[in-house]
């Protein structure tokens, strides 16, 4: 089956822009999605279908896509969005394809 | 605004079956054509999805677990649920439930910690 990294870990200086990316073969036919992890919560959902934003989520959240390799970029990040974050898509290998999740980005904003 | 929410059992003894539920409110389980889906995090760990369900009755479950796992749908009680059998430590993790657009994940519960020990 296919698999999707993350960088483990990311820091960003605050009001500074940050990208974080996704690679996997399946980003080639799939959308990416990514998901915001706080500790202690669940998982939120702030960029699905490669770059679009759900309600409430801030402007600064931004996705885009290029061959085998997603990114998610904060422009301006704040120190509320030190969290883990997550890529997703479908896994292209699959006759019927299976979810995938990335390893996780633990962002840290200096 | 739809919403989840996991219930059971907090701690299930090695060898038995754990057993799950989540509740949706805001919305109907058989409205529009979503998925619901189970997903679990172990401890300090990433995500991986376990299962789903349409409202239909068709599953789809990770390969990994596919021989464990059991997930089905109960429309009169807007709710569905997940049987994992044969639990061991490494079935520690919170689980989730979450409603699965086929695109991607747009709700989740709050997640519930099953604990697998004597």
């Known amino acids: 089956s296919s698999e999707l990294t993350q960088d483990p870990a990311v820091s960003v200086a605050l009001g500074q822009t940050v990208s974080i990316k996704c690679q996997g073969d399946s980003l080639r036919s799939y959308y990416a999605n990514w998901y915001q992890q706080k500790p202690g919560q669940a998982p939120r959902l702030v960029i699905y279908?490669?770059?679009k934003r759900p309600s409430g989520i801030p402007d600064r959240f931004s996705g885009s896509s290029s061959g085998n390799t997603a990114s998610l970029t904060i422009s301006g990040a704040q120190a509320e969005d030190e969290a883990d974050y997550y890529c997703?898509?479908?896994?292209?290998?699959?006759?019927?394809?299976?979810?995938?999740f990335g390893g996780g980005t633990k962002l840290t904003v200096l | 605004q739809v919403q989840l929410q996991e219930s059971g059992p907090g701690l299930v003894k090695p060898s038995e079956t754990l057993s799950l539920t989540c509740n949706v409110s805001?919305?109907?389980?058989?409205?529009?054509?979503?998925?619901w889906s189970w997903i679990r995090q172990h401890p300090g760990k990433g995500l991986e999805w376990l299962g789903y369900i349409h409202y239909s009755g068709s599953t789809y479950y990770n390969p990994s677990l596919k021989s464990r796992l059991t997930v089905s749908v109960d429309t009169s009680k807007n709710h569905f649920s997940l049987k994992l059998s044969s639990v061991t430590a490494a079935d520690t993790a919170i689980y989730y439930c979450?409603?699965?657009?086929?695109?991607?994940?747009?709700?989740w519960g709050r997640g519930i910690l099953v604990t697998v020990s004597s």
């Open positions: 279908s490669t770059n």
């Open positions: 997703n898509s479908r896994d292209s290998t699959k006759s019927h394809p299976d979810w995938l």
């Open positions: 979450a409603r699965d657009d086929f695109y991607y994940f747009d709700f």
């Open positions: 805001g919305g109907s389980i058989n409205s529009g054509n979503y998925y």
